[in-house]
Nanobody, 119 residues
Framework: QVQLVESGGGLVQAGGSLRLSCAAS????????MGWYRQAPGKQRELVAR???????NYADSVKGRFTISRDNAKNTVYLQMNSLKPEDTAVYYC?????????????WGQGTQVTVSS
């Protein structure tokens, strides 16, 4: 089992910045990838950014050049630096940790943190 606790959400004006943090505990030795997803009202949850244990990253096209994901393995924490925020970035942001046990992928989720960008 992996437990994830997010922090850092809030209300910000368009063009502003926020940094989200996600601290992992529990069976952290088995974590492969970590990432951030978001879900806006009435929409499906979507990938924002992912980072592998080796440091490879990928981003949704909508956030490329504005958001940066990073990982501190010593602190078991993943971060999402969000710059040049837009109203359409408003959503609940969820941290994700993915483990591979033999051939099975197991996802763990945080409770979510609200990000609201005002125009």
């Amino acid at each position: 089992q992996v437990q994830l606790v997010e922090s850092g959400g809030g209300l910000v004006q368009a063009g502003g910045s926020l940094r989200l943090s996600c601290a992992a505990s529990g069976s952290i030795f088995s974590i492969n990838d970590m990432g951030w997803y978001r879900q806006a009202p009435g929409k499906q949850r979507e990938l924002v950014a992912r980072i592998t244990s080796g440091g490879s990253v990928n981003y949704a096209d909508s956030v490329k050049g504005r958001f940066t994901i990073s990982r501190d393995n010593a602190k078991n924490t993943v971060y999402l630096q969000m710059n040049s925020l837009k109203p359409e970035d408003t959503a609940v942001y969820y941290c994700n940790a993915r483990r591979k046990i033999l051939v099975t992928l197991i996802d763990s989720w945080g409770q979510g943190t609200q990000v609201t960008v005002s125009s």
